[in-house]
């Protein structure tokens, strides 16, 4: 391939779309966290408004607010020159300029990054009279055609595959799919191409439009029967041109790359953590390529000498070589959510952007080989003709020779004539296939106008409604088989041979479901016949989703599209208890972060019902369950500690539970659909059964781990009583993380000596401040754990407790128990400061030390406290608030024996101060004596408490009573009325309520009330006190 090169480098165009708030977040009371100017766009971090971000891009488009809808269906800017960014306005500034690289004989590519539900369908593909890029770019090429076919003849060439899992699928194939999909091949002219891949001609928009319609078709079926998520796969549409200018004898050809690539979510985690399995994954392999060698030809652009880049790590980066950093002038769309729930995708797609538009391409002018051998072969006609003659003219009769010549000259004629007429005889195909589709198409919309039927209703928007099974009259049998004449075939995990049963009489279709299948209609379990309704909701097996829409005459003038994929899933939270509509709004406002977790609860959910059904066809005996961390749990201070997702894995034979992370579970469940396909395709080809079990070795099995303590609840033990040096005996209960109580553990807090003896009652302090710069020696005891439902469940567990207190940087774990429902723990810890300063103060005041039940598995070791970092004494005491006086300082000698000299004199004064107040004080005592007789009188002075020590009774009596009225209010706070309450359980719930409403006033009153009260005698005591002394 000759090619001429273009002057200087081409930097990556990149725009970014900020598109309007979706259905979910508006009815959340989302706030909008990015603004624009210009071409800058500034990002504010929700949960701190001081923390924002800028970035600047070759294009920005606001479409988030602004616009309205016209009477052809088209969003416009509400007035005239407004900022609202339409699809013509993307278009002219990207669209525009691809088409002109193109026709200059440029490749070109346009890249589509963001998260799934960020706007890169809509980009790219459009909706309804809303076109994109794409269908716009066919339409202004073809026109182009037309408008210049006087001196150039041009050719189209379309194809369109998909990238899953490291796999190339065409999806314009008519044949079967190959196993492993399509291989990737390389050539030094060519660079990476696919093997096998079906290239179209074309000579129309409309002939693209069918095309890109049949491919889309293709990616919805193979999605739904390989059970794949379309969101983690890319898209790519291939358009090939080649002009071809007669009187310059001049050919270019160019391609046309456009990549809708998958979904860049950015997994939340609690932290960075290692699975075992994660490399073992290809589903993410393509976009985490893609990122590293967007990261490298950035590198590369700022001189970086001797970078790797590594194109050939992935699929996906292999064909996009030319187009980032080679021979391609490249364009990328980056689309954002404006959400506060959004916040860490949109600003991960930022980012990646930014990296991405410092890449330099070196784009040429490309000519086509294949003109050149024509050239070629029309320029060595010219040759052999010329000899010819020659050879007649010279009158030489070399019959022979001549004889050669001719059948060389008549070969390469045929040559020629078959390398010009493969263009008419393959655009003859693809007319013939363009008629086929047709009419399939006419028959089908003459289909809906007559039957009901139910449509496919996708995660991917531009998959939604590409199925359509029609409902004709009689009784049809849904499900895997196709042998009757009278079934509907759908596939798709957790179907049956014979799913359900679809009736259609008297205008009326019913649905019945077969024993065993699952079938869910508008969010709730279907067992019976049920009539349906136009526009019903029906989810089959794991997560087939259908929307069902009724005759003609039921349609009306009804706007299927609000019930998209986000409608079945918030439907399906609805009925689990999870209201994400009108009822979320309040929270949403002050703690956006929460609602974000619960819309990936909504989200997971699909994945971990097919996530359980693959372990059931597997023969895997594993249960999956979403559960929410921390959703009722609290930190040492008692602030709301951050929530997250997590899946509880749940072996059913041996017991054994795991804890994974959202990030962890999706990278299984890609890997256990590999499994599960591979089970598939062997079941298929060799006919096996599950008693065969489709068994993997277990280091590389996704649903199996090593055991490991899980953290099944904590309890928080106050204390504020080791401030007054006051003994503090409680029964806490131990949450889980969504509330359930897992335990009550009995601990307690003993103030104590230096050498462990509890302190009496006459040390109580009064004051808290009293014990600034002194020592304070305190025992924690864990005395029992009663109840514990982690081995009332399984007998062969145990338990441990963990805890950390004040500045100990290291968890301190109590020894594990075994196989007991109420283990005696007895464990003992004695801390000391040496100096107290206030900051240790203020902690005992304010904060508690978080007891954490940890559960323990047969196979599993225990947890060790780690000691290293910790200083202890000789008799196990361990030392906590090291910092000692801040006032220390170093002096030097010489103003030590200063101050030294200072102090002794002023010992020597106090001692004589001393002395003489000795004698005062034996002098006083003696007329008090004299003047105070009678030995009732003399008893009842040293019988008299002294007032600090009632008080300091009476306030550890209002503390015990007050730690009481605490686990009532903890009591109220859970007691909620069951889901499945009636008129008559919500009444009784109502008076169960206002009981504990009663006791808890009734208890808070008593204990304020007694306080009062021995605070009223200790004064009166004290004022009689002063009125004898007076």
Same mark, same amino acid.
């Given at each position: 391939m000759r090619a001429k090169e273009a002057p200087g480098k081409d930097c990556v165009k990149v725009a970014v779309r900020v598109r309007p708030f979706i259905k979910r977040e508006r009815d959340a009371g989302s706030q909008c966290i990015i603004t624009m100017t210009s071409t800058s766009i500034i990002i504010q971090d929700p949960r701190d408004c001081q923390n924002r971000r800028a970035f600047c891009f070759d294009y920005a488009y606001w479409s988030h607010n602004c616009f309205a809808r016209d009477h052809s269906g088209l969003y416009v800017a509400e007035e005239l020159g407004g900022r609202y960014?339409?699809?013509? %306005?993307?278009?002219?500034?990207? =669209?525009?300029?691809?088409?002109?690289?193109?026709?200059?004989?440029?490749?070109?590519?346009?890249?589509?990054?963001?998260?799934?539900?960020s706007g890169k369908s809509y980009s790219m593909m459009g909706y309804g009279p809303n076109k994109g890029l794409v269908p716009k770019l066919c339409d202004r090429l073809f026109e182009t055609i037309r408008e210049n076919q006087e001196n150039r003849q041009c050719q189209v060439f379309f194809s369109m595959l998909e990238i899953y899992n490291e796999q190339v699928v065409d999806l314009l194939s008519r044949g079967t799919r190959p196993p492993?999909?399509?291989?990737?091949?390389?050539?030094?002219?060519?660079?990476?191409?696919?093997? =096998?891949?079906?290239? /179209?001609?074309?000579?129309?928009?409309?002939?693209?439009?069918?095309?890109?319609?049949? =491919?889309?078709?293709?990616?919805?079926?193979?999605?739904?029967?390989?059970?794949?998520?379309? %969101?983690?796969?890319?898209?790519?549409?291939?358009?090939?041109?080649?002009? /071809?200018? %007669?009187?310059? @004898?001049?050919?270019?050809?160019?391609n046309i790359n456009l990549v809708d690539l998958a979904g860049s979510e950015r997994q939340r985690s609690s932290g960075s953590e290692a699975d075992r399995l994660k490399e073992g994954t290809a589903i993410n392999l393509s976009l985490t390529t893609l990122g590293n060698v967007i990261s490298a030809l950035a590198d590369v652009a700022l001189g970086k000498k001797g970078v790797h880049i590594p194109y050939r790590d992935s699929v996906l980066t292999k064909l996009l070589q030319s187009a980032l950093g080679g021979n391609s002038r490249t364009v990328m769309i980056a689309t954002l959510s404006p959400a506060d729930i959004c916040y860490e995708e949109s600003l991960s797609t930022l980012r990646y952007a930014e990296r991405a538009k410092r890449i330099q391409n070196r784009a040429v002018v490309n000519e086509s080989p294949t003109e050149r051998l024509v050239k070629e072969l029309k320029a060595e006609n010219a040759r052999l003709l010329q000899r010819l003659s020659r050879m007649g003219q010279e009158g030489r009769r070399a019959s022979d020779e001549t004889k050669e010549l001719r059948q060389l000259?008549?070969?390469?004629?045929?040559?020629?004539?078959? /390398?010009?007429?493969?263009?008419?005889?393959?655009?003859?195909?693809?007319?013939?296939?363009?008629?086929?589709?047709?009419?399939?198409?006419?028959q089908e919309r003459r289909m809906m106008q007559m039957h009901p039927y139910i449509l496919n209703i996708n995660e991917d928007a531009q998959l939604s409604g590409v199925v359509k099974l029609f409902i004709q009259e009689g009784e049809w049998d849904v499900g895997l088989s196709d042998s009757s004449p009278r079934s509907i075939t759908i596939k798709g995990l957790g179907i049956q041979e014979r799913h359900a049963v679809l009736k259609n009489e008297q205008r009326r279709v019913t649905l019945t479901p077969t024993a065993g299948s699952k079938v869910i209609l508008n969010g709730n379990t279907v067992c019976q016949t049920t009539e349906l309704q136009h526009l019903d909701r029906l989810i089959l097996g794991s997560n087939s989703t259908y929307l069902f829409i009724g005759y003609p005459s039921e349609r009306g003038a009804d706007d299927w599209s609000r019930y998209d994929y986000d409608y079945f899933q918030s439907e399906l939270a609805a009925a689990e208890g999870i209201h994400l509509g009108e009822t979320g709004a309040g929270f949403s406002q002050t703690d956006p972060s929460l609602l974000a977790v619960f819309y990936d609860y909504v989200k997971l959910m699909p994945m971990v019902a097919e996530a359980n059904q693959m372990s059931q066809e597997l023969n895997k005996e594993v249960e999956f369950k979403l559960e929410i961390k921390n959703l009722v749990l609290s930190d040492s201070k008692g602030h709301d500690l951050q929530k997250d997702i997590v899946v509880r894995v749940a072996s059913k034979g041996d017991k054994q539970v795991w804890i994974w992370s959202k990030t962890k579970f999706v990278n299984r469940k890609f890997l256990m659909e590999d499994v599960y396909q591979q089970f598939q395709a062997k079941q298929s080809g060799e006919k096996v059964h599950l008693e065969s079990n489709f068994a993997l070795p277990r280091d590389k099995d996704p649903f199996w781990d090593p055991v490991e303590p899980l953290l099944l609840g904590t309890a928080h033990l106050w204390l504020q009583s080791l401030a007054f040096r006051i003994s503090l005996e409680e029964q806490l209960e131990v949450l889980g993380s969504e509330g359930?109580?897992?335990? /009550?553990?009995?601990?307690?807090?003993?103030?104590?000596?230096?050498?462990?003896?509890?302190?009496?009652?006459?040390?109580?302090?009064?004051?808290? @401040?009293?014990?600034?710069g002194r020592r304070l020696d305190f025992q924690l005891v864990l005395a029992q754990c009663c109840g514990v439902r982690w081995i009332r469940d399984a007998r062969n567990r145990g338990i441990q407790i963990g805890f950390r207190l004040f500045d100990c940087s290291q968890p301190i774990f109590t020894p594990a128990v075994w196989h007991n429902i109420n283990p005696l723990l007895?464990?003992?810890?004695?801390?000391?400061?040496?100096?107290? %300063?206030?900051?240790?103060?203020?902690?005992?005041?304010? @904060?508690?030390?978080?007891?954490?039940?940890? =559960?323990?598995?047969?196979?599993?070791?225990?947890?060790?406290?780690?000691?290293?970092?910790?200083?202890?004494?000789?008799?196990?005491?361990?030392?906590?608030d090291e910092s000692g006086p801040s006032e220390a300082a170093v002096v030097d000698s010489a103003e030590l024996s200063c101050c030294v000299r200072a102090l002794q004199q002023d010992l020597e004064e106090l001692k004589s101060v001393n002395a003489s107040l000795r004698k005062e004080n034996h002098s006083l005592r003696e007329q008090l004596h004299t003047s105070r007789t009678g030995a009732d009188a003399t008893r009842g002075w040293l019988l008299r408490p002294s007032c600090d020590a009632e008080f300091a009774r009476a306030l550890k009596v209002f503390y015990h009573s007050m730690t009481s009225i605490k686990g009532q209010l903890q009591r109220l706070r859970r007691h909620k009325p069951s889901e499945e309450s009636d008129l008559l359980g919500l009444r009784l719930f109502v008076d169960e309520q206002n009981r504990l409403l009663r006791d808890f006033s009734e208890q808070l009153e008593q204990s304020v009330s007694t306080l009062k009260q021995d605070v009223a005698a200790i004064v009166r005591r004290k004022r009689e006190r002063s009125g004898v002394w007076s």
């Open positions: 960014a339409d699809q013509n %306005s993307v278009f002219q500034d990207l =669209g525009e300029g691809i088409l002109e690289n193109a026709l200059q004989g440029y490749n070109a590519t346009l890249l589509a990054y963001g998260q799934t539900g492993g999909g399509l291989r990737v091949r390389e050539e030094m002219q060519r660079g990476f191409y696919v093997e =096998g891949l079906r290239t /179209i001609p074309c000579e129309s928009a409309p002939q693209v439009e069918q095309l890109m319609e049949q =491919g889309t078709r293709t990616r919805t079926t193979a999605a739904t029967h390989m059970n794949a998520n379309s %969101s983690r796969s890319h898209m790519l549409i291939i358009l090939q041109l080649k002009q /071809i200018f %007669s009187k310059e @004898s001049i050919t270019k050809q160019s000259l008549t070969h390469n004629e045929l040559q020629i004539r078959a /390398i010009q007429s493969l263009w008419e005889q393959h655009l003859q195909e693809a007319l013939k296939d363009w008629e086929q589709q047709y009419a399939n198409i006419t359930t109580e897992e335990a /009550i553990l009995q601990a307690q807090l003993v103030p104590c000596t230096s050498t462990g003896l509890p302190l009496g009652e006459d040390d109580i302090l009064i004051d808290p @401040s009293e014990v600034l007895d464990h003992r810890v004695h801390f000391a400061s040496l100096h107290t %300063s206030q900051h240790l103060l203020d902690y005992l005041q304010s @904060s508690a030390v978080v007891l954490e039940l940890w =559960g323990l598995q047969e196979g599993c070791c225990p947890l060790s406290s780690s000691l290293e970092s910790v200083r202890m004494t000789g008799e196990g005491i361990f030392i906590i």
